[in-house]
C-alpha cells in the first residue's frame, strides 16, 4: 500500500491558508486518508455551484504552488480543469452520485482518475467498479452519514436555503419528525415519541470491517469531519492509522480491533452508537439514530489532555541536519539538510575576540531558537576555529537567512509554472450562434407523471405536447398501451427512469428489456449519468434526454452534456433567474432545447434508506407517508420498491404561475408540469390553468393555493 497524506478544502479556504502561511508541505510516511478538516491541504475540492472556480485563472496559483488535484462535483469544472491543467490529478466527488460501473467509466473517459462514490455502495458494488476500471476509490469510512444520496438533496437549500450542492447543508435531517400513513398527518403515528428522529443515522466507523474494504480496492480512506474540532481529527487519524498499520503486518488473520479503541472514538463523538453503514446491507433500522443525540455525559478529560498536547496545541515541526562553521576572519557558514534538500548560506566575518570568546552552547543555544519556523535541528554540528566573536544579532541572521532559503527550496520541488492558459471557455463557431438563436418560437407544456391517475387528465390537456411516466409508477406491461394512448393524442411519450440506478434497476430493466424496447416510447428522460452510459454499452436505442438531477449549472456544464447527445436539458432546481438566464443562453449557444419545471413538488431527498421499514418493516410494496416537522408542515414520502429507494417531497409545491413573462424570457423549449402525488381532480385543474396562463395568454385563478416560488427569486447559499 502506498502512504499518501491529503487533505480536502474548498479553494476559498485554500486561498486563506496560502496567502496566511505560504507554505505547503507534503510530509511523508503518513496515513492514507482524505479529511476534510486538515490544513495541511494539497488537494481542493470544487464544489458545482462555486461557479467562479471554473475559471482557470483561480486554480492557476494554487496549482502553481504545487497543488496535486481537485475534487470535482461539477462537469462544466471538470473540462475546464482538464484543459487548462492537464497534469493535475481530476477526482470525481461524491456530490456526482457515481452509483455504478457506468458512470465511473465515463467519467475515466473525461480524464478522472480517482472517484469518491456514494456512500452507499457495498462492498461488491466497489469491487465491480474497482476491477472493470481499475481507478483510485476512495470512500467515506468515519463519521457523520448523510441520509440522501450525495448531490441529490435539496432538503436543506428548499427549507432554509443553505445548499448541500453548495457545501452549506444546515443538516435539517437531524431534526425530528412524526410519520403517518397515507397522504394526510391523521390518526396514528407510525412513531413512538422517542423514536422521531427517523432521518438522522449513527455515525459511519469501519474499524471492524476494515481488510474487507481494503481488500474491495479502496485506496483512500475519507474521515467526515465538517464542523468537527481539530481534536477529533486527530482522534480518529490516530486510531485508523494504527489499525492500517496493524493490517499490512500481519494481514487479514492477524487484524483484531480493541473495543477500548471503539470507546474512545465514541469519547470523541456519539450520536447514540456506530453503524458500519452501507457497505455490508442496502439499508436498516440499526442505521437509524431514531433516538435523540445522548445526554450530556463527562467527557473523557484524559484522552482530550493527550490529543491536545500532542496533536492540536503541538507544532508540527520538520527535523533538519545542521552543520554551523566559524573561522576567525571567514564568513560564518550554516549548512542546513532537510530530506533530499541541502542549502548553504554564509553570514557575518568572524572578528577576533577582545575579551569572550564565542563557546559551542552559546552558539548552538542561540542557533536553536527555531521557534518562528517549521523545523528543529534533529542534529546540528558546530565547529569554532580560533578565538571567534560573532554578535547575537549576526547569529539570528544566519539562522533566519538558512531557514528562508531551505523553505524556498523545499518548495520549488513542487512549485511550477501554468503555460499560457488555453481558452477555457468553448466558443462556438459564429454560423452555429447564429443558428441556435430563437430556436424555439414558443414554448410548449410537459406533464411528468408518476400515478396512473394523473394520465387522462394529461391526456386531455391539448396543451400537453410531451408526457413522462415514471417507471415505477407505471407497470411495464401497460407501457406499450399507454404510448399509443400519447401518440392517438399526438403526444410524444417517455420513460422516466429512477433516480438512482443500481442492482435494483439492472435488474428490473433487464427482466423488462423487451418491454423498455418494444413500447415504442420517443425516449426516455435519464435522472443519472449511469443511465446515459447505460443505455450506450447495453445498445439500447432510444433517444434519451436529461432531468434536473444531471446538472447544468453553467455553460461549461451545458456544453459537456450536449456532447453526450440528448435530446434536451432539464434546468436543475436550485438556479435562480439570473442563473437560469445565463444557462439558457448556453443551451441556444450550444442548440440544445433547454427544459423548466414550473410545477412539482420537488424531490428534496432519494434516499437508500426506508422509513417505511425503519418504522413497520419492508412491505415491499410502494407507500406513501407524511413526515411532520416541528412547525407543523407536512413533508411527503413516497417509497419506491421496485429500485428500493425513497423520496421525501418538498410540502409546498413550486408554481411559477403569475410569472409568466420572466418565463417566456428564458425562452425555453418547453415548460414541465411534474405531478407526483396529485389526484386526478388536482392534476386536471391545474394542468387547465398553466395551459390556460401560458399556452393561450389568458388570465385565470391561480390553480394552487400554497405554493413556494422556490429559488426562482430568492436564490440559494
Excluded at 398527518?185 to 428522529?197: D, I, R, T, V
Excluded at 552558539?363 to 519556523?373: M, Y
Excluded at 407544456?445 to 413522462?468: G, H, N
Aim: hydrophobic share 35%; net charge neutral.
Amino acid at each position: 500500500m502506498r502512504s499518501i497524506w491529503e487533505a480536502a478544502v474548498l479553494v476559498p479556504e485554500l486561498m486563506h491558508r496560502m496567502q496566511q502561511e505560504k507554505k505547503w508541505w507534503k510530509p511523508s510516511g503518513m496515513p492514507i486518508f482524505t479529511a476534510a478538516v486538515i490544513h495541511d491541504s494539497i488537494l481542493a475540492s470544487l464544489s458545482a455551484q462555486f461557479k467562479y472556480v471554473a475559471r482557470a485563472f483561480t486554480l492557476k496559483p494554487y496549482y502553481e504552488a504545487g497543488l496535486d488535484g481537485v475534487i470535482v462535483q461539477d462537469l462544466g469544472a471538470l473540462q475546464v480543469m482538464k484543459r487548462a491543467f492537464p497534469v493535475m490529478e481530476l477526482h470525481a466527488s461524491t456530490q456526482m452520485t457515481v452509483t455504478s460501473v457506468y458512470s465511473a467509466k465515463m467519467l475515466k473517459e473525461m480524464g478522472c482518475c480517482r472517484v469518491v462514490p456514494a456512500r452507499e455502495l457495498s462492498l461488491e458494488e466497489i469491487s465491480r467498479i474497482y476491477k472493470e476500471t481499475g481507478m483510485d476509490f476512495e470512500t467515506f469510512d468515519h463519521g457523520a452519514l448523510c441520509y440522501c444520496y450525495s448531490g441529490q438533496c435539496l432538503m436543506s437549500s428548499l427549507i432554509g436555503g443553505r445548499s448541500g450542492n453548495r457545501g452549506r447543508c444546515a443538516q435539517p435531517c437531524r431534526l425530528p419528525y412524526r410519520v403517518w400513513e397515507g397522504d394526510k398527518a391523521e390518526g396514528k403515528s407510525l412513531n413512538k415519541e422517542n423514536q422521531k428522529f427517523v432521518l438522522s443515522l449513527k455515525d459511519l466507523c469501519t474499524l471492524d470491517i476494515l481488510p474487507e474494504i481494503l481488500e474491495a480496492g479502496v485506496y483512500s480512506l475519507k474521515i467526515e469531519g465538517r464542523m468537527k474540532s481539530p481534536r477529533y481529527t486527530a482522534g480518529v487519524v490516530r486510531i485508523y492509522r494504527k489499525y492500517l498499520d496493524l493490517y499490512e503486518t500481519y494481514g487479514k488473520d492477524g487484524y483484531y480491533v480493541d473495543p477500548e479503541d471503539k470507546k474512545e472514538l465514541l469519547d470523541l463523538f456519539d450520536r447514540g452508537g456506530f453503524t458500519s453503514g452501507y457497505y455490508e446491507k442496502h439499508n436498516g433500522k440499526d442505521m437509524v439514530a431514531l433516538k435523540e443525540k445522548p445526554e450530556f455525559r463527562e467527557g473523557n478529560q484524559k484522552l482530550f489532555d493527550f490529543l491536545d498536547a500532542n496533536y492540536v496545541e503541538k507544532e508540527k515541526k520538520e527535523p533538519v541536519v545542521g552543520k554551523a562553521v566559524f573561522e576567525e576572519g571567514k564568513p560564518a557558514v550554516l549548512e542546513l539538510t532537510q530530506g533530499n534538500v541541502t542549502v548553504k548560506v554564509e553570514g557575518q566575518i568572524c572578528q577576533s575576540a577582545q575579551n569572550q570568546p564565542a563557546t559551542e552552547e552559546k552558539v548552538r543555544k542561540q542557533l536553536n531558537k527555531t521557534g518562528a519556523t517549521s523545523f528543529y535541528f534533529e542534529q546540528l554540528d558546530i565547529e569554532l576555529k580560533g578565538n571567534i566573536f560573532l554578535p547575537v544579532q549576526a547569529l539570528n541572521e544566519l539562522r533566519r537567512e538558512g531557514f528562508e532559503k531551505l523553505t524556498e527550496k523545499i518548495l520549488a520541488q513542487w512549485e511550477r509554472k501554468a503555460e499560457s492558459l488555453v481558452q477555457t471557455e468553448q466558443e462556438l463557431p459564429a454560423d452555429v450562434q447564429s443558428a441556435s438563436k430563437n430556436i424555439h418560437s414558443f414554448a410548449f407544456l410537459t406533464a411528468s407523471l408518476e400515478e396512473e391517475c394523473q394520465l387522462e387528465p394529461a391526456l386531455s390537456c391539448d396543451a400537453v405536447k410531451r408526457i413522462y411516466i415514471d417507471a415505477d409508477g407505471f407497470k411495464p406491461d401497460q407501457w406499450g398501451k399507454i404510448v399509443k394512448q400519447c401518440e392517438a393524442k399526438g403526444k410524444e411519450c417517455f420513460l422516466t427512469l429512477p433516480h438512482i440506478f443500481r442492482t435494483h434497476a439492472m435488474k428490473f430493466f433487464s427482466k423488462n428489456r423487451k418491454n423498455l424496447e418494444n413500447a415504442g416510447f420517443t425516449g426516455v428522460l435519464a435522472r443519472t449519468l449511469e443511465e446515459v452510459s447505460w443505455l450506450k454499452e447495453e445498445k439500447i436505442e432510444l433517444p434519451f434526454a436529461l432531468d434536473a438531477s444531471v446538472y447544468a449549472w453553467n455553460r461549461e456544464a451545458v456544453h459537456t452534456l450536449k456532447e453526450m447527445g440528448p435530446e434536451f436539458i432539464t434546468m436543475p432546481w436550485e438556479l435562480n433567474s439570473r442563473e437560469l438566464k445565463a444557462v439558457a443562453k448556453a443551451c441556444e449557444r450550444d442548440g440544445i432545447p433547454g427544459e423548466l419545471v414550473i410545477y412539482g413538488h420537488a424531490p428534496m431527498m432519494v434516499s437508500a434508506q426506508c422509513v417505511v421499514k425503519t418504522l413497520k418493516g419492508c412491505t415491499a410494496k410502494r407507500e406513501h407517508l407524511i413526515m411532520k416537522d416541528r412547525t407543523g408542515a407536512g413533508l411527503p414520502l413516497k417509497a419506491h420498491c421496485n429500485f428500493c429507494y425513497n423520496t421525501i417531497l418538498n410540502p409546498l409545491p413550486l408554481s411559477l404561475f403569475g410569472n409568466e413573462e420572466a418565463v417566456r424570457e428564458l425562452n425555453m423549449a418547453s415548460l414541465r408540469l411534474s405531478f407526483t402525488r396529485e389526484g386526478k381532480e388536482e392534476t386536471q385543474k391545474i394542468l387547465e390553468a398553466f395551459a390556460a396562463s401560458f399556452i393561450e395568454g389568458r388570465e385565470i385563478v391561480e390553480p394552487v393555493k400554497d405554493f413556494t416560488r422556490g429559488h426562482f427569486r430568492r436564490g440559494v447559499e
